[in-house]
């Protein structure tokens, strides 16, 4: 999509990457984020969620588009 390729141009651009060097930046990120959401589990009590937004959330989640 047009749209992804000029994000990652973007990116590339302020970094002063090449493309696959932004891959490896955005993979390596995406690990990280994966590795910080496994330390956060089970951090949340059940008093803490809002249960309107989360319902809000699954609707736009599964809505049709």
């Known amino acids: 999509m047009d749209d992804v390729y000029a994000d990652l141009y973007r990116l590339k651009r302020s ?8 891959f490896r930046y955005l993979l390596e990120e995406r690990k990280d984020d994966r590795e910080s959401i ?7 009590g059940e008093e803490d ?3 309107r937004m989360m319902e809000k959330m699954k609707r736009s989640a599964f809505a049709v588009r």
Do not use: T
């Not at 970094?15 to 932004?22: I, L, Q, R, T």
């Not at 496994?38 to 949340?44: D, K, M, Q, V, Y």
């Open 38 to 44: 496994i330390n956060l589990a089970g951090s949340i």
């Open 15 to 22: 970094k002063g990457m090449s493309f696959s060097e932004v």
């Open 49 to 51: 969620v809002d249960r």
